[in-house]
């Protein structure tokens, strides 16, 4: 199998603050990248020792620029400057150099040219116990295709000078990656993976900014992976990411994640590695995901009476009581909200730190014990806290925010919660409107959308589904679905740059990232507004001008616009198909609730959370509370 390793560049952070999280991620190695060298105020003599101390190998030094094609006396020159970082480097405690291919106006082109300077490199390295890895950068000046540097590298001819292949510089540029596979593995000194979203860019500013971990963009890494392993190679594969997000996020979140996409990356190529699959540990598959098994809200007892009265006129009921706990069941169609009030526990913390709010989610999987093992292999952060005698252990991990997820198995020991648990309450039966939950939104800073995008489909069988800029009041809100294969669990990623968004202040409010909306189905939307108004629920209004846009914009069945704007009920259309939403007003300045009726429409109203916002913004006021 492979071994992990990271380029120092991908963290924030000093170069003890890296090596630190690094290993502690897990990593095995580690590439130092000049600059953090430089900024380091100790001798490399320390930096080996504080990477021999962590468990860290050294398994190259870089970069070195513009070297192949020079002309004298420039090329004696950049010898010399090699020799020096040799001497370097031996203190370090690595043996291997990248050198880039040269952007120099000076350098000339030429493969043989510049194999005789890589050769003539090749070695000094050698003399010195030193080996030089070859990398074709995208913009190189004469040399920017990996076939190119290999065919450098082959003509060298020398057993000190391999070639590095790079991801982002091979699949950037839609070079083909079947060439790869035929060059011996053994000459291939370094691979160094990375994925980018697909931007139209100029390639430079597209890899010094935008870079990020497999799985997090839209290259083919796993088709680049495979070729490499087809190869033979065994080295280090180093992840090495320029990228503004990560160098401003947790360095300690930034290494987790890329460790957890080296291991899904690595898992998705080794059957094509390894005839033999059973012989190799294999992370267990991801378990299929089938709804929201419950929504667990933290409330403190004089908050909770406001959220009975907002659940009640939305048609739920009180259907059980905690055996042991302050702790409801509410349920109506499939759908199950659990008020938490207890003074002590996860939820009570979470209070405290957040005020109300959603602290745990429970998802309907089928297999508990694989979805554990594969989360907890994917670096998942598993949760335990004490249960009562007779009570359920359901398998849990940190979520968004520091919430939990739950593994609920709805045939299984896990999903007998309900009666293991819960006494029933007798009662009036809940509205039968609502029928399950359709998705949720959670809002997240900036830098940590990519980190929670590669969590959910890492973990799940989720997959990311149609990336959204919205226009917010206060600035731009980027928004990011992922669903699973079943297409009836979904969750929706907000974030934003700005600090004014609605977003953003959820933020602010709530102390960190969290579950911002929920949104319930039904089937008929009107018989649904009809009702939670009659019920003194408070509704989103939505400004006449819209009504008139969307007469505009479609053909309406007669009466249907003139219903649509008597209940302030917002609507898409896609084809035939439509979308019916509307929204609750803000509960303790926090979260909110949105009801949707879909009629084979399989987004999220896009078009018209600009108009949602701005309504928000507008009416950022208390929640009307049935009495
Ligand atoms: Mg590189
Ligand atoms: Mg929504």
């Known amino acids: 199998m492979f071994s992990t390793s990271i380029a120092t560049v991908s963290l924030s952070g000093t170069l003890e603050e890296k090596l630190q999280a690094i290993a502690a991620a897990g990593f095995s190695g580690v590439e130092i990248f000049e600059n953090d060298f430089l900024a380091y105020p100790g001798t490399p003599r320390e930096v080996r020792r504080m990477a021999?101390?962590?468990?860290?190998?050294?398994?190259?030094?870089?970069?070195?620029?513009?070297?192949?094609?020079?002309?004298?006396?420039?090329?004696?020159?950049?010898?010399?400057?090699?020799?020096?970082?040799?001497?370097?480097?031996?203190?370090?405690?690595?043996?291997?150099?990248?050198?880039?291919?040269s952007v120099s106006p000076l350098a000339q082109g030429g493969i043989v040219r510049a194999a005789d300077d890589l050769r003539a490199l090749g070695d000094i390295a050698a003399g010195m116990g030193l080996r030089v890895g070859f990398e074709a950068l995208a913009w190189g000046r004469h040399i920017s295709d990996y076939r190119d540097a290999w065919e450098v590298v082959r003509r060298a001819d020398h057993p000190a000078i391999g070639l590095i292949l790079d991801s982002f510089h091979t699949l950037a540029r839609a070079l083909p990656v079947e060439p790869i596979a035929a060059i011996p593995g053994e000459r291939i000194f370094l691979v160094q993976l990375s994925d980018a979203p697909k931007l139209s860019l100029d390639i430079l500013s597209w890899s010094r900014h935008f870079r990020c971990f497999p799985g997090q963009g839209g290259l083919d890494l796993a088709a680049f992976t495979q070729a490499v392993a087809a190869t033979g190679y065994?080295?280090?594969?180093?992840?090495?990411?320029?990228?503004?997000?990560?160098?401003?996020?947790?360095?300690?979140r930034v290494a987790t994640d890329g460790l957890r996409s080296l291991i899904q990356l690595?898992?998705?190529?080794?059957?094509?590695?390894?005839?033999?699959?059973?012989?190799?540990?294999?992370?267990?598959?991801?378990?299929?995901?089938?709804?929201?098994?419950?929504?667990?809200?933290?409330?403190?007892?004089?908050?909770?009476?406001?959220?009975?009265?907002?659940?009640?006129?939305?048609?739920?009921?009180?259907?059980?009581?905690?055996?042991?706990?302050?702790?409801?069941?509410?349920?109506?169609?499939?759908?199950?909200?659990?008020?938490?009030?207890?003074?002590?526990?996860?939820?009570?913390?979470?209070?405290?730190?957040?005020?109300?709010?959603?602290?745990?989610?429970?998802?309907?999987?089928?297999?508990?014990?694989?979805?554990?093992?594969?989360a907890e292999r994917l670096k998942a952060q598993s949760?335990?806290?004490?249960?009562?005698?007779?009570?359920?252990?359901?398998?849990?991990?940190?979520?968004?925010?520091?919430?939990?997820?739950?593994?609920?198995?709805?045939?299984?020991?896990?999903?007998?919660?309900?009666?293991?648990?819960?006494?029933?309450?007798?009662?009036?039966?809940?509205?039968?409107?609502?029928?399950?939950?359709?998705?949720?939104?959670?809002?997240?800073?900036?830098?940590?959308?990519?980190?929670?995008?590669?969590?959910?489909?890492?973990i799940f069988d989720f997959e990311r589904h149609g990336w959204q800029d919205i226009a917010d009041p206060g600035g731009l809100i980027q928004s990011q679905a992922v669903e699973a294969a079943d297409g009836g669990t979904r969750f929706v990623l907000n974030a934003?740059?700005?600090?004014?968004?609605?977003?953003?202040?959820?933020?602010?409010?709530?102390?960190?990232?969290?579950?911002?909306?929920?949104?319930?189905?039904?089937?008929?939307?009107?018989?649904?507004?009809?009702?939670?108004?009659?019920?003194?629920?408070?509704?989103?209004?939505?400004?006449?001008?819209?009504?008139?846009?969307?007469?505009?914009?479609?053909?309406?069945?007669?009466?249907?616009?003139?219903?649509?704007?008597?209940?302030?009920?917002?609507?898409?259309?896609?084809?035939?198909?439509?979308?019916?939403?509307?929204?609750?007003?803000?509960?303790?300045e926090r979260f909110f609730f949105e009801i949707v009726e879909r009629r084979g429409y399989g987004g999220y109203g896009a078009v018209n959370a600009a108009i949602r916002l701005m309504a928000q913004a507008r009416e950022v006021r208390p929640v009307e509370i049935p009495r």
């Open 52 to 101: 021999g101390d962590l468990g860290l190998d050294i398994v190259c030094y870089q970069p070195f620029r513009d070297f192949e094609g020079l002309p004298e006396p420039q090329r004696a020159r950049a010898l010399e400057r090699a020799r020096r970082k040799f001497g370097l480097m031996q203190e370090l405690g690595t043996d291997l150099l990248l050198v880039c291919s």
């Open 266 to 374: 690595a898992d998705h190529v080794a059957p094509s590695l390894y005839p033999v699959p059973e012989t190799i540990d294999r992370l267990p598959p991801a378990t299929p995901c089938h709804g929201l098994a419950f929504i667990e809200f933290a409330v403190d007892e004089a908050t909770a009476g406001a959220l009975r009265r907002l659940f009640a006129g939305m048609g739920f009921v009180k259907t059980g009581q905690h055996r042991s706990k302050a702790v409801e069941r509410w349920m109506q169609g499939e759908i199950n909200l659990i008020v938490n009030t207890e003074g002590k526990g996860f939820a009570h913390a979470h209070s405290i730190t957040h005020g109300p709010g959603v602290c745990a989610i429970g998802l309907n999987v089928e297999n508990a014990a694989t979805a554990m093992a594969r």
């Open 383 to 458: 949760f335990h806290q004490p249960v009562g005698p007779g009570e359920l252990d359901i398998p849990a991990i940190r979520g968004v925010g520091g919430s939990l997820i739950y593994f609920v198995e709805p045939a299984g020991r896990a999903g007998a919660v309900w009666q293991h648990d819960f006494v029933a309450v007798a009662g009036d039966p809940p509205a039968t409107n609502l029928t399950r939950i359709d998705h949720i939104a959670q809002s997240m800073h900036y830098d940590e959308m990519l980190s929670w995008l590669l969590f959910y489909t890492a």
């Open 234 to 252: 065994d080295g280090p594969l180093s992840l090495e990411i320029f990228n503004d997000q990560f160098r401003a996020g947790s360095a300690g």
């Open 496 to 588: 934003s740059m700005a600090a004014r968004t609605l977003s953003a202040r959820f933020l602010s409010e709530f102390f960190g990232s969290g579950v911002q909306h929920m949104a319930f189905a039904c089937n008929d939307i009107f018989a649904t507004v009809a009702a939670m108004r009659a019920a003194g629920v408070g509704l989103l209004d939505v400004p006449d001008n819209y009504y008139d846009d969307l007469a505009a914009r479609y053909d309406f069945a007669p009466g249907l616009l003139a219903r649509l704007r008597d209940n302030r009920i917002l609507y898409d259309r896609d084809g035939e198909a439509e979308f019916f939403q509307v929204f609750t007003h803000v509960f303790a």
